[in-house]
């Protein structure tokens, strides 16, 4: 008996991987947090499959579902948003199941900044810009952040960073990151994105408060922001540049 952690993706049903997708059609128990998995990649599932939606599910009931799998010698499939290491709770579940003896996998996912990323149609990091990506997120009623990773805090590299549920707390987001990048910084608010319903606002951090409502943005949100935002910012890479030698290919000597 085995349970699969499986990400997910971040929303859009044909963005779940190959392998997440197989297990989901072998297993006879699938758990998904209804409130972030949308119903369309249940239909991976095999068709006699018990599918419990955990939005009402404590983690007491949801460990008593694998202990029943566990007698029954039945495998199950844990369906997370995204990919399962980024602001999962799955590793509060793998350590009851490691109490339990029961084998776990993780199935990684398409994670949602990078199908914001997507969304704007940006890289991430680019050469001359920022080479770093800083995933995080503020203070939420379920957990806290170290105060050593405060907002302030990090943005003192002004590098790329991604915000995680970050809507309602918009303000106090801007507020925070003007600390130390500038008011042009350009910033990206994305709402689900792959979803039917998604949407975006692309802006600076000087204009961004001036322009939405932060209480039209819901708390999955993501939050882009940094200079690799702009099109135009960053220099080529010399990975493909005629006079870089690598070891598949010699620089020209006509350059």
């Not at 990684?108 to 969304?119: D, E, H, K, N, Q």
Request: hydrophobic content about 40%.
């Amino acid at each position: 008996m085995r349970v699969y952690f499986i990400g997910a993706g971040p929303g859009a049903a044909d963005l779940i991987t190959v392998r997440g997708a197989r297990i989901l059609a072998e297993v006879s128990v699938i758990l998904y947090a209804g409130s972030l998995v949308p119903e369309a990649l249940l239909t991976y599932c095999r068709k006699d499959a018990n599918i419990i939606n955990t939005a009402s599910l404590d983690l007491d009931a949801q460990v008593s579902v694998y202990i029943d799998a566990q007698e029954r010698d039945v495998e199950v499939a844990r369906l997370h948003s995204g990919d399962p290491s980024i602001y999962g709770a799955t590793s509060e579940q793998m350590r009851r199941l490691r109490e339990l003896g029961i084998e776990y996998e993780v199935v990684p996912g398409v994670p949602s900044f990078a199908a914001a990323a997507a969304s704007c149609a940006t890289e991430l990091t680019k050469p001359g810009v920022s080479q770093t990506i800083i995933l995080t997120r503020i203070s939420g009623r379920a957990s806290s952040v170290p105060e050593s990773e405060a907002l302030t805090s990090l943005a003192q590299h002004r590098s790329s960073m991604c915000i995680f549920l970050s809507g309602p707390h918009l303000a106090t987001i801007v507020e925070q990151l003007a600390s130390s990048y500038p008011p042009t910084t350009p910033i990206a608010l994305v709402h689900r994105a792959t979803w039917s319903d998604e949407k975006k606002h692309v802006s600076t951090l000087g204009k961004i408060l001036d322009e939405v409502n932060p209480s039209q943005w819901a708390l999955t949100t993501m939050v882009l922001v940094g200079d690799v935002l702009d099109e135009e910012s960053g220099s080529d890479s010399r990975l493909y540049s005629a006079q870089y030698s690598h070891k598949f290919r010699r620089a020209s000597a006509n350059v």
